[in-house]
Structure formats: structure tokens, C-alpha cells
């Protein structure tokens, strides 16, 4: 069975100040990893993916992820935040299945950038 | 090229009601997937389909919900008798060649509200 978790429920970070926002999974196939930010009464924003390759994976408005297949995770990064980062970000992930590929969200993070 | 259209953005619906969801994928998109936001919830995979035919509706619950894409036209939701638990964030995704590998494009939602 895939599951994927979110750490933190709520992450409050100062402005400018780097955040790191978790998330775990498992699968016992590969998998697609995907982080998407939902900005209020919007829809979502794919941020960034990773598909194979290199680990370290860089996406939109400064933000990165690094995928680590011993540890079953796909945490986001950045390093110096603004106002504007408020937002909820979803980690999703995608396996093959015997009906193609199905997709699984983690129950969000909500980043709350104070000044 | 709009992107993915939903319509309504918001929708009242008293109990008993029907309720129905349109989306319009993105230009060249032939695959949609229907996902719910309950309050304070991430996405919960509803059902994917392709023109004229459903693939995958294991996250549908088994009474009052249906959907549709039709050769012509936007695919629907459509929620008959609607009950206050209904009421959420419903997200349209699309993508252009079969499920997940490269992420999805999602719709601003509809937010159906029950009274």
C-alpha cells in the first residue's frame, strides 16, 4: 500500500529565515515524486518533480527538494523565505499499478511566513 | 490556452439538492482526474477519466456521485442529494498522455457548500 506523510501540519517561519518542509513515504515499486503549493482559494501549483536522475531537484520561486530512496523521502527546501511563500504545500507521489499510475496526496503543510 | 477551467467557483446547494461540477481540461488534455479538499484535509483521489469512458473510480463513494466526460464537452460531477458532509473543495486536474508520470494541471475548484 502508498501512503505518503507530512510531517508538520503548520510550519511558522520568520521572513527570510530557511524552511524545511517533510515529507515520507512508502512504496516498494519506484516511484514519481511531486511537491505542489496551494495559494488561498486557488487551485495547485505544481512546484517541482522528480522523475529519475539526479536527486536534488530544483523548482519555481527558489525552492528545491531532495529525494533520498533509503529514507523514503522527499523533503522541500528554501533557504531564505518571503511573505508571498504563504501558502499550503502538498507532497504527492505516484506509482505504477496494475491500472496505470495513481496518485497519492499528503495531507498538506501550511507555511505561515511572518514578517 | 486557459489552463483548466472549473465552474462554479462557489456553489450553495440545500440538502437534498443536486449538485454538478464542471471541468474543462487544458487544451490538448484528454485525461481528467476529479480530487476532494475536505476542511483541513489534503486531496483525496475521487476519479479519473478519459473521453467517453471512466478508468479509474476507486475513490468514488458508492451512492449519489457520478461522473462524466463525454466526446463533447466538459466532464462532470455530479453529487445527487446532497448531505452536509459533501460539503468541500472539489478539484479538477488534467493531463496530456496517461496518468501521473509527469504531474497535473489542476483547476481553481468548485466550492460546494451545503445548508
Known amino acids: 500500500a502508498q501512503s505518503v506523510t507530512q510531517l508538520d501540519s503548520q510550519v511558522p517561519v520568520f521572513e527570510e529565515a530557511p524552511v524545511e518542509l517533510r515529507c515520507n513515504y512508502s512504496s516498494s515499486v519506484s516511484v514519481y515524486l511531486f511537491w505542489y503549493v496551494q495559494y488561498p482559494n486557488q487551485g495547485l501549483q505544481l512546484l517541482l518533480k522528480?522523475?529519475?536522475?539526479?536527486?536534488l531537484v530544483k523548482g519555481i520561486n527558489g525552492f528545491e527538494a531532495e529525494f533520498n530512496k533509503s529514507q523514503t523521502s522527499f523533503h522541500l527546501r528554501k533557504p531564505s523565505v518571503h511573505i508571498s511563500d504563504t501558502a499550503e504545500y502538498f507532497c504527492a507521489v505516484s506509482e505504477r499499478g496494475t491500472g496505470g499510475f495513481k496518485t497519492i496526496f499528503g495531507a498538506g503543510t501550511r507555511l505561515f511566513v511572518k514578517a | 490556452n486557459a489552463g483548466v477551467m472549473q465552474n462554479p467557483r462557489h456553489l450553495v446547494r440545500r440538502r437534498g439538492q443536486e449538485a454538478r461540477l464542471r471541468c474543462s481540461p487544458m487544451?490538448?488534455?484528454?485525461?481528467v482526474y476529479w480530487y476532494r479538499q475536505l476542511p483541513e484535509e489534503g486531496l483525496k483521489f475521487m476519479v479519473y477519466?478519459?473521453?467517453?469512458?471512466?478508468?479509474?473510480e476507486s475513490g468514488m463513494p458508492k451512492e449519489r456521485f457520478s461522473a462524466e466526460f463525454p466526446k463533447e464537452g466538459p466532464s462532470i460531477l455530479r453529487i445527487q442529494q446532497v448531505v452536509r458532509g459533501d460539503s468541500a473543495a472539489y478539484f479538477c486536474a488534467s493531463s496530456p498522455q496517461g496518468p501521473d508520470s509527469y504531474g497535473y494541471t489542476f483547476g481553481s475548484g468548485t466550492r460546494l457548500t451545503v445548508v
Open positions: 477519466l478519459q473521453k467517453e469512458n471512466i478508468i479509474d
Open positions: 522528480y522523475l529519475s536522475g539526479s536527486t
Open positions: 487544451k490538448g488534455h484528454s485525461h
